[in-house]
C-alpha cells in the first residue's frame, strides 16, 4: 500500500514544468547553479506504482481542502518521478527506448536517501533537471549511426561475400538455358548498370539499400540514414563490377575467373575461403571451449562471450576490428562492479528478472550524477577532498584487471577462430586499451573513475583477537546463529576451517578438499597432505605438499577430533562445507556463508576478508624471522628448482618448528560444560584499534587529522587547518600524534591519497 505522497501538480498548458520559484529557493538552500527553467518531458506510459492518476486525485483533493483551510499551498513540484516504498521516497523515470525496442518501458530507480516529504521533493527535482540536461551523456538509449572506414569495407566486404556465394551456389544447380534467355539477362544486367551510373552522378543511394541492409543485417552494423556520399558510391561501384562478373559468367566464364580482379583490388586471397559462411562469435566461443575445456576457463569465457553478444550481437568474428574492440571495452569499463548480481534468482525456484548490461550501466551512471551534483554543491571543502568523497561514494566499476580479463577472453576467440579459417583482426594491446579508457574521461576536475579493487591486507591483531574471541569459538547461541552468544560450541567447519587457514596459510579450497586419508603421522608428527591424489591437484603443481599440524590445533583436539568421526561421516573432513556449493567452486560458497558470520561479528571487511588469513600467516612468520624457503613450501608457492612435495617430505621437523613459531597468544583450557579444550582468552592485542580520519586540502596534503578510539566518545587527538601551521609549531603537533599512535594499531583511511598524506605528516618530525 502506498503510503501518503507529497506532490503538487504544476502544468503550463500540456507540460508539466519545474517553477522558477522552486528553482530559485532550491538554488538559496542547496548553493547550486541551477538551469534554466527545465520542461519535464512526461511520456503517457510514465505512471509507477508510486504515482497514479488515483494518487493526482487524490493530491488534488488535499490541494482543495488545504485552500479550503485558508492554508498557503505548496510551491514545489517534482513532477510523476517521485514515489515512496515503507518510509523511503524513491526517484523513478521511464528510460528512453534503446534502438531495438526489445525492451519498452524499463525504468531507472533511485534512493533519494530520505523519508521527508519536502527533502524528497527538493532531490527528485534535483535530480530530474541534471537527468535531463545530461540525460545522453549517461543514458545508453540514444546511438549515433557513424560508421567507422572499418565497418564501412566490412559491410562491402560481406556484400560482396554474399552475391559471389550465390553465384556459386546458382552456377554449380543451374540447368542449361538458352541463348535468348541469356541475351535477355544480360542486357537486363547491362541496363541496370547504366541506371547505376546515372543513379551516381546525381548522388542517388536508394537502390543500394537493399544491398547493404542485406549485408549489415549479417554483421549487426546499422546503416545511417542516409546514406553517406563516400558508402554510397563504393556499394554502388561494387554492384556495378558484380553485375559484370554476372554477365562474364552467362557468357561462360568459370565464377573464380571472373571475379579475379575483383578480389585482387580488395586484396582478397583465396576464393573459397572468402565464399564461406563467416565463423560467428557462437561458432568461435564453442570452439575455445573446446581447446579451453576447464571450468575456470569456460566461466572466463562465457563472462566476454555474453558482454560481446550483448554489445555487438552474434556478429562474424572477423568484423570485431580495433574500433569495435575499443568501443566494446569502453562499454564494459562503465560497467558497475557488482553487474549481475540484480537478477533476482538467488533461491532455488526464484523466477527473478532480465536485467541488460546496458541498463545496468544507465542506472550507475544515473546514481553517479546524483552523487556528483551534491559533493559539487558542497562548499569549503577542497577538490582533492570532494574527489576523495567521490572515490567514496560513486558506484564502482570494474577495474582494469577484469577488462584485461575480457581482453584475454576475446583474444582466445579470435585466436579459435582463426583455427576455424577465419581472418581475424589482431586483438587490441593493453597499452591501447587502457590509453582509450583514459581518453573517455570528461574534462572535469572531480572526475573520478572509482572502482574498488580487493587489496588484501594482512589481518590485524584486534581482528584476530575478535575472530578467536567470538562466539563461534566460546560458545554461541545454534548451529545457525554462530554470531550470538550461548553455550554452544559446534566442532565442525565454521570452527576448524578458519583455524587451519589461520595457522598454515593454505589456501580456503585446499582445505574444504581435504579428505580423511589426508590426516596422516610422518617422522613423529601429524601432518595434513595438502592437494594429493590424483583428483585434487591443487591449483599448482607446488600445492601438493605435505604440512605438519601446528600444536595449536593439536592443543585444542584437532586429533581427538578427528578420530572420533563416525564411519559414516564420509571421505571428506568437512562434507557441509564442500556441499554448500552445486557446481564445485567450494571455496566461493563457503566464503560467502563465513562472510555473513563475520559481518555479524563486526570483523567483515572487503580487504581484510577470509582468503587475506592466508596472507597474515605469512606475515608472522616472516617477522618472526623463518626462512623464505620454509614460507614458500608451507604456503605451497614454488621456491627455486625444489619440488614441494619432496621438500616437505624431508623436512617435516623442520615445519613443525616454522608453522609452531606463529605465536596467537592464546589461553587454552578447560571448562565443566565441554569435554574438550577450548580457548579461554586471546592476549594477541593489546589495545584497540584506532581510527584514522584525514580531510585533504588544495594540495593533497592532510588539512585535519582526526584519531579515534571507538571505544571513546571524545576523539584522542583532532587538528585542523594544519596547512597553516609551519615551524616548531608543526613538530609538536607531529609529536604529540606519534605519541597517541605509537604503540596502537591504526586503521587508516582507505583513500590512498589520504594515507599517503597521512603518513607523510607523520614523518615531519
Not at 616454522?658 to 592476549?683: E, H, M, T
Request: with cysteine; glycine share 6%.
Amino acid at each position: 500500500m502506498v503510503r501518503q505522497l507529497f506532490l503538487v501538480q504544476c502544468t503550463v498548458g500540456s507540460n508539466p514544468t519545474i517553477p522558477a520559484s522552486f528553482l530559485r529557493n532550491t538554488q538559496e538552500n542547496n548553493g547550486l547553479t541551477w538551469p534554466e527553467t527545465t520542461c519535464v518531458s512526461q511520456h503517457s506510459e510514465t505512471g509507477t506504482q508510486g504515482v497514479t492518476h488515483g494518487l493526482v486525485r487524490y493530491a488534488q483533493k488535499r490541494r482543495d481542502s488545504a485552500r479550503r483551510k485558508t492554508r498557503q499551498k505548496s510551491k514545489y513540484h517534482a513532477g510523476p518521478y517521485l514515489m515512496r516504498r515503507g518510509r523511503m521516497f524513491y526517484f523513478r523515470k521511464r528510460l528512453p527506448t534503446g534502438p531495438s525496442n526489445s525492451a519498452p518501458n524499463k525504468f531507472i530507480c533511485l534512493s533519494l536517501r530520505t523519508h521527508l516529504p519536502l527533502d524528497a521533493v527538493k532531490r527528485a527535482a534535483r535530480l530530474l533537471s541534471v537527468y535531463e540536461k545530461k540525460e545522453i551523456e549517461f543514458v545508453d538509449a540514444v546511438t549515433k549511426k557513424n560508421l567507422s572506414p572499418e565497418m564501412t569495407k566490412a559491410v562491402l566486404m560481406e556484400a560482396m561475400r554474399s552475391e559471389l556465394s550465390e553465384m556459386i551456389a546458382e552456377e554449380s544447380q543451374a540447368s542449361p538455358r538458352s541463348d535468348a534467355d541469356i541475351d535477355q539477362r544480360v542486357a537486363a544486367l547491362e541496363t541496370e548498370n547504366r541506371q547505376l551510373r546515372r543513379a551516381a552522378r546525381n548522388k542517388q543511394w536508394g537502390d543500394m539499400q537493399t544491398i547493404l541492409q542485406k549485408a549489415s543485417a549479417l554483421i549487426s552494423v546499422e546503416l545511417p540514414d542516409p546514406l553517406p556520399n563516400d558508402l554510397g558510391q563504393r556499394a554502388n561501384t561494387l554492384k556495378r563490377r558484380l553485375n559484370d562478373v554476372k554477365i562474364a559468367v552467362d557468357e561462360g566464364d568459370d565464377v573464380r575467373t571472373a571475379c579475379r580482379d575483383l578480389l585482387t583490388d580488395n586484396a582478397i586471397e583465396g576464393f573459397d575461403a572468402f565464399v564461406q559462411a563467416p565463423v560467428s562469435l557462437a561458432q568461435a566461443k564453442a570452439k575455445t571451449d573446446e581447446l579451453y575445456p576447464t571450468t575456470s576457463m569456460k566461466r572466463v569465457t562465457a563472462g566476454a562471450y555474453r558482454l560481446l553478444e550483448e554489445f555487438l550481437g552474434n556478429v562474424p568474428i572477423s568484423t570485431i576490428t580495433k574500433d569495435r574492440q575499443k568501443e566494446f571495452l569502453g562499454w564494459a569499463s562503465r560497467l558497475p562492479r557488482t553487474q549481475g548480481r540484480g537478477h533476482g534468482r538467488n533461491r532455488h525456484g526464484q523466477a527473478g528478472k532480465t536485467v541488460t548490461k546496458a541498463e545496468e550501466i544507465s542506472k550507475a551512471d544515473a546514481e553517479d550524477l546524483l552523487v556528483l551534483e551534491e559533493v559539487r554543491a558542497i562548499a569549503d571543502v577542497s577538490d582533492a577532498e570532494k574527489k576523495a568523497m567521490l572515490a567514496d561514494r560513486l558506484v564502482p566499476r570494474v577495474t582494469l584487471d577484469t577488462l584485461r580479463k575480457h581482453r584475454d577472453a576475446m583474444n582466445r576467440m579470435l585466436k579459435s577462430a582463426e583455427d576455424l579459417g577465419a581472418n581475424v583482426p589482431v586483438a587490441i594491446s593493453y597499452r591501447d586499451m587502457e590509453r582509450h579508457i583514459k581518453s573517455l574521461a570528461p574534462e572535469d576536475a572531480l572526475y573520478v573513475r572509482a572502482t574498488k579493487p580487493k587489496i588484501r591486507m594482512s589481518w590485524t591483531k584486534e581482528r584476530i583477537s575478535m575472530l578467536l574471541s567470538s562466539p563461534i569459538y566460546s560458545g554461541c547461541a545454534s548451529e545457525h546463529r554462530r554470531w550470538q552468544r550461548g553455550k554452544l560450541i559446534i566442532r565442525d567447519a565454521d570452527y576448524w576451517v578458519p583455524l587451519i587457514v589461520l595457522t598454515i596459510g593454505s589456501r580456503i579450497a585446499e582445505i574444504l578438499l581435504l579428505k580423511r586419508s589426508d590426516v596422516r603421522f610422518r617422522d613423529g608428527h601429524y601432518v595434513l597432505a595438502i592437494a594429493s591424489g590424483a583428483d585434487n591437484t591443487g591449483k599448482t603443481e607446488d600445492a601438493k605438499r605435505l604440512v605438519p599440524i601446528p600444536q595449536m590445533l593439536i592443543d585444542l583436539g584437532f586429533i581427538k577430533w578427528f578420530q572420533a568421526l563416525e564411519q559414516d561421516h564420509g571421505v571428506l573432513l568437512f562434507p557441509e562445507a564442500a556441499g554448500r556449493s552445486k557446481s564445485g567452486e567450494v571455496s566461493s560458497a563457503y566464503g560467502k556463508h563465513l562472510r555473513r558470520i563475520f559481518d555479524h561479528i563486526g570483523i567483515g571487511d572487503f580487504d581484510e576478508d577470509f582468503y587475506a588469513l592466508r596472507k597474515t600467516f605469512s606475515s608472522m612468520l616472516k617477522r618472526e624471522n623463518v626462512d623464505d624457503g620454509q614460507r614458500q613450501a608451507i604456503a605451497g608457492h614454488r621456491h627455486g628448482s625444489i619440488i614441494n612435495v619432496h621438500y616437505t617430505a624431508n623436512h617435516i621437523n623442520d615445519l613443525k618448528h616454522a608453522v609452531d613459531k606463529a605465536d596467537f597468544k592464546l589461553n587454552i583450557g578447560r571448562k565443566r560444560q565441554y569435554g574438550f579444550p577450548v580457548i579461554l582468552s586471546c592476549d594477541l592485542a593489546q589495545g584497540s584499534t584506532l581510527d584514522i580520519e584525514v580531510i585533504l586540502g588544495d594540495d593533497n596534503e592532510a588539512e585535519t587529522i582526526t584519531v579515534r578510539d571507538p571505544r571513546l566518545a571524545d576523539p584522542l587527538f583532532d587538528c585542523s587547518k594544519i596547512g597553516k601551521l609551519s615551524g616548531e609549531g608543526l613538530k609538536q603537533l607531529v609529536a604529540k600524534l606519534r605519541e597517541v599512535t605509537d604503540l596502537r594499531p591504526l586503521k587508516l583511511p582507505k583513500n590512498p591519497l589520504k594515507q599517503a598524506a597521512f603518513e607523510h605528516f607523520q614523518a615531519l618530525a
